[in-house]
């Protein structure tokens, strides 16, 4: 059985990335503590039985499913009332709040996807196989959400090639 | 621009304002052993309030067992109706079952109890499709709302159902977890064990979800504050409690029936005028030999079975 002196030490090295992801996908750093904090406690609870080479996935994906749980919960949220479509938005400049701007007018599963692939450097594979979609689904979220992002973030010229 | 370059974006976007780091692993370890001794047994099902509970744990031949009356394997340990029940099971048959049979003594106490509402759970206890049924974890049904509330579980869990139920009421009692615990034997010669512990959501934004609900100790219900001195904590309000009488009987290495009665009242003697359903008639149900459901299969990381996506991988194999 693993100790709890392993988890501390995970939750330390882990900790604050794990809440960078969660921050990216909910949009406000007091919700992504709270997400991470319950996501690590059921990551606490699991501890003993999750494999060591699994305890990265395990909790990314705990993680992220707490985020998109709230998110689904909090119809209120302001991340959650930006549409989509984002066309009749301003003219984007270069900014920290067209950064904020750009990912709350995606999707939470797109920025889901997003905070995985580009934030955490998450392979398409991986990213499925957190959020539980297909790799298919992983490529159309992010080229759509690309898309989106152009319309908020000057420059954004960005594309899948290379990926 | 390039992946490197949006990564980039990113990064320097998460780190122009990013606080410091204000978990603690002892904060979030806490709040992980709250979340196993809710799932152990007092869980206070679903709603948006905080919950109390009085629980009475009967563990029926506990460590015995074993890994028996989950799979029929131990048949001759078994009570020949819990065998035949394993042998004919249907599992598009249990919303009925559960309330003919628990409903139905309920209904003894309680005439006005209304239409259950049925659940069938993963591993990680989420609601499952009825196409899944087979595979399910947990199965409940439960009656009226949070504020008076009657439900019965059948749950696959080895982490609920492991353990010492002895120790278990001395390490709550000591903890301060437990209000009142006591361990009894039954005629049949099952243990018994009776407690109180107060519980509610992990944090005010989970709550609309109900999804994840915190133990209190007794002392946190008396001060009102949950780890005083944590700005991170919001204080209890009185309305937010309530208890929760239950009865358990734990089948196997992972298999248990919980019945319990959910109140919503103030303190624990607001709470003992508001019963209705006597503990006996909740051991009735939770000794059903009837009231069974089958080990779940094991999922593609060795885990029980979950819904497709949501797997984990385990280390632990051995059921």
Not at chain 1, 106 to 125: C, E, K, N
Not at chain 2, 57 to 85: C, F
Not at chain 2, 165 to 170: K, P
Request: proline residues 6%.
């Amino acid at each position: 059985m693993r100790s709890e002196g392993e988890f501390d030490e995970f939750f330390t090295a882990r900790g604050p990335a794990l809440r960078r992801l969660a921050y990216l996908v909910v949009g406000d750093w007091h919700t992504a503590e709270d997400v991470t904090q319950n996501a690590l406690a059921k990551l606490y609870v699991a501890w003993p039985r999750v494999r060591p080479e699994s305890v990265e996935a395990y909790a990314r994906k705990a993680v992220v499913n707490e985020a998109l749980s709230l998110l689904r919960r909090r119809r209120d949220v302001p991340v959650a009332q930006v549409r989509e479509d984002a066309a009749g938005a301003a003219p984007p400049t270069p900014s920290g709040t067209d950064v904020r701007a750009a990912l709350a007018a995606l999707p939470a599963q797109q920025r889901a996807v997003v905070a995985l692939r580009f934030l955490d450097d998450q392979s398409v594979a991986e990213t499925a196989r957190v959020l539980g979609i297909s790799e298919g689904t992983v490529k159309s979220h992010t080229s759509r959400a690309i898309a989106t992002l152009r319309l908020h973030v000057a420059d954004l010229v960005l594309s899948e090639e290379g990926r | 621009m390039t992946h490197t370059d949006l990564t980039q974006i990113l990064r320097d976007h998460v780190a122009a304002d990013e606080p410091a780091f204000g978990l603690d692993p002892v904060r979030v370890s806490a709040a992980g052993a709250r979340l196993r001794r809710r799932r152990r047994g007092w869980q206070a099902a679903v709603g948006t309030l905080a919950v109390a509970a009085v629980t009475t744990t009967v563990l029926g031949l506990a460590g015995t067992l074993g890994g028996g009356a989950d799979d029929g394997a131990d048949g001759a340990r078994l009570d020949p109706a819990t065998v035949s029940a394993l042998g004919d099971y249907d599992a598009s048959r249990m919303p009925t079952l559960l309330d003919e049979r628990a409903g139905g003594v309920l209904r003894g106490s309680v005439p006005d109890l209304g239409a259950g509402t049925f659940r069938a759970t993963d591993d990680q206890g989420q609601r499952i499709p009825e196409r899944y049924w087979d595979k399910a974890s947990g199965m409940s049904i439960a009656y009226g709302p949070l504020s008076h509330r009657y439900e019965v579980r059948l749950l696959h869990a080895r982490s609920e159902a492991e353990g010492d139920a002895r120790r278990i009421c001395s390490d709550d009692l000591a903890s301060g977890y437990a209000f009142r615990c006591t361990v009894t034997t039954s005629a049949d010669g099952d243990t018994v064990v009776s407690e109180v512990v107060a519980v509610r959501a992990l944090d005010e934004q989970m709550r609309g979800g109900g999804a994840t609900w915190d133990a209190l100790t007794r002392q946190e219900l008396e001060t009102g504050e949950v780890l005083p001195g944590d700005p991170s904590q919001r204080p209890i309000l009185p309305e937010e409690v309530h208890f929760v009488r239950s009865v358990e009987v734990v089948h196997s290495e992972t298999f248990l029936t919980n019945v319990s009665e959910t109140v919503q009242a103030p303190d624990l003697a607001s709470a003992d005028a508001l019963w209705e359903v006597p503990v006996a008639a909740m051991t009735t149900i939770a000794t059903d030999p009837v009231l069974v459901i089958p080990r779940p299969p094991i999922g593609e990381g060795g885990c029980p079975w979950t819904l497709p996506g949501t797997g984990v991988t385990c280390s632990t194999t051995k059921r």
